[in-house]
């Protein structure tokens, strides 16, 4: 709700204004920059590896959608060395030279069509001599003459079936079986509890992953995707804890002397951030994106659950390890399961995300629209490229922006309508940290659309989206910075000031719930309008709070998890001022608020 027009303060009244808060500390000068690129993980699995997102194509898509003609034989039918090459030779053909590399055959190698495991005489997975008759080997080299990479699959864990019985010997480890791997009680781990958990304080655990590092090292891949990793797989507590596995395969692959980038999945516990980025190079944070109906992915069914559940994991990628946000399934029209517009969304979420770019499109069938969308080399260089990933600045509303400040001082900037119906999203320049003039380009469209003053609005369709260049012509904007906890602030219900190592004043304001309030006093500005205030807050999980000014009617914002309790994050929320002071008001309502570190208010609209 727009207030009353008042008339605008005198500059001298608003400098006094600003002066009195400034020294009685309740606001301070603050920095309006966005975050800078996250460092590089002091320890990866090999020099070199992730330094960029990895590029290819995987396998599992295909295999486990119900699309008519693709799994002739049954569920998962799909995987075979026949298909897999077709599909490296349409990689190599169309999209090589894009910067696509990787060729990864994901889960069922070693299972025959019944789903039934082989396993050589080491416990160790065999191919299906029906999928694959010339065995893993030859798959990997056809790939490498393709001048591309192998990737493969295993689940974590000693699988059941690889057991027998306890008495399967482990390859160059004398003396080594299968029971000397695994608890004594037989303990079950992963996602699908379909294995044993290994015993890593018997040495002979290591040497039967030494094994199969080896096994995947002499066949030539060049990637692994360990799947079922807890916590994490929608499984926790000390079972289904599998970071000694990731460490151990960590081990194993360096003493091969194999480059071998080792992704772990999936929905991975962020609490655990640190393991993963200490012992891998890419880690799944969601559910799978396929859909398991009769296309490969549905909006519904999981591309739009990134948008909340990615923001908590930004600040944790960069150079040696990325967030895997999954398949990219864009480019086979009617079989991907998305609009045009969706299909656009999906790109560009995962670009501006710097997740791994891999499809799992049939490449043999690519439409049009669909090579455009996975070719376009001003969105791939985005995704590739040195900026850090983006995050929303705005909060996890259905019309959002999301932007990253990229090393030039440009910025790349994205607008998402995650709406059921059309609507109108307007990038401000105030929530990028300058005002005044910024040209912008399209990269979708390879587009120089001209100069904008303060901000950007498109129409954009229901799940649609639009991706561009910002560079500022502008000036930085100033803003006044304003604790939580300044004692002039009301705090209602249950609302109190708490300790916080994280946030600017070394303090905040939580037990925002159920009725709890933090009211801001002393919020002045020279003129009436809408200002962009920046929250730092700090959630644990999405949460959502009523904001208002001067007693006027509220906004509910939904506020993205920032990934813990500790971790303290920004978004700008648009609140409408009169001239001179102002109260800002943050309601739980009902439910449960973030807990507010501080907010940072330009002087002038």
């Not at 360096?254 to 655990?272: C, F, K, M, N, Q």
């Not at 992915?297 to 908590?312: H, K, M, T």
């Not at 037990?511 to 929250?535: A, R, S």
Request: proline content about 6%.
């Amino acid at each position: 709700m727009r207030s009353p027009s008042h008339s605008v303060l005198p500059a001298r009244a608003l400098r006094a204004v600003l002066v009195l808060a400034l020294a009685a500390g309740t606001a301070t000068l603050a920095p309006a920059t966005l975050a800078p690129a996250p460092a590089a993980h002091a320890e990866t699995t090999a020099p070199g590896l992730a330094g960029k997102p990895y590029m290819g194509w995987s396998s599992w898509s295909m295999q486990s959608s119900k699309y008519p003609g693709l799994n002739p034989d049954g569920d998962y039918s799909y995987l075979t060395e026949a298909n897999v090459l077709k599909q490296t030779d349409a990689l190599a053909a169309k999209l090589k030279k894009y910067g696509y590399t990787y060729v990864n055959i994901d889960a069922g190698w070693w299972r025959d069509q019944a789903w039934k495991p082989a396993f050589d005489p080491y416990a160790r997975q065999k191919a299906d001599p029906q999928r694959f008759p010339r065995g893993m080997k030859a798959v990997a080299d056809h790939v490498h003459a393709k001048g591309l990479k192998a990737g493969i699959y295993l689940p974590v864990g000693l699988e059941k079936e690889a057991y027998a019985g306890g008495d399967a010997p482990i390859w160059n480890a004398d003396g080594c079986t299968t029971a000397d791997v695994v608890y004594d009680d037989l303990r079950t781990t992963n996602g699908w509890d379909s294995a044993y958990k290994i015993d890593f304080s018997d040495p002979c655990a290591q040497k039967y992953i030494d094994s199969q590092a080896r096994l995947f090292a002499d066949w030539g891949y060049d990637f692994l995707k360990l799947d079922g990793v807890g916590p994490g797989s929608f499984k926790s507590g000390e079972n289904y804890d599998n970071v000694a596995d990731v460490a151990a395969w960590q081990k194993a692959i360096a003493a091969t002397g194999r480059p071998i980038h080792l992704e772990v999945s999936w929905s991975l516990d962020i609490a655990h951030a640190a393991d993963w980025k200490k012992h891998s190079n890419g880690w799944r944070i969601d559910t799978d994106v396929e859909c398991y109906c009769n296309t490969l992915v549905s909006w519904e069914n999981s591309v739009d659950d990134r948008f909340d559940d990615l923001p908590a994991w930004t600040r944790h990628a960069g150079p040696g390890g990325w967030n895997d946000l999954d398949s990219l399934d864009v480019g086979n029209g009617e079989m991907d399961g998305l609009t045009k517009a969706e299909r656009q969304t999906h790109a560009t979420l995962w670009a501006i995300a710097k997740s791994p770019l891999y499809t799992g499109d049939d490449l043999t069938r690519l439409d049009s629209y669909g090579l455009s969308l996975l070719t376009n080399r001003e969105v791939i260089a985005v995704n590739q490229g040195e900026a850090p990933p983006a995050h929303p600045i705005t909060p996890s509303d259905p019309q959002q922006v999301w932007a990253a400040r990229n090393p030039d001082g440009a910025y790349t900037v994205a607008l998402f309508n995650l709406a059921d119906a059309p609507a109108s999203v307007s990038a401000d320049w105030a929530t990028l940290g300058f005002t005044g003039k910024a040209a912008v380009r399209d990269l979708w469209n390879h587009e120089n659309l001209g100069t904008y003053q303060n901000r950007i609005t498109q129409a954009l369709p229901a799940h649609g989206s639009r991706l561009f260049t910002v560079t500022p012509h502008g000036s930085t904007l100033e803003r006044i910075a304003h604790e939580a906890e300044a004692p002039a602030n009301v705090l209602a219900g249950n609302a109190s000031a708490a300790d916080c190592s994280a946030c600017s004043g070394g303090r905040k304001v939580g037990n925002l719930y159920l009725g709890g309030k933090l009211t801001f006093t002393g919020i002045v500005v020279d003129k009436p309008g809408t200002y962009q205030i920046k929250v730092a807050y700090i959630s644990g999980d999405a949460r959502s709070a009523d904001v208002s000014a001067n007693g006027g009617g509220a906004a509910r914002h939904k506020f993205p998890a920032t990934g813990d309790w500790g971790a303290v994050d920004s978004v700008h929320v648009p609140v409408t001022l009169k001239a001179g002071a102002n109260t800002i008001t943050f309601d739980s309502g009902s439910g449960y608020a973030p807990d507010i570190d501080r907010i940072d208010v330009p002087p002038s609209s």
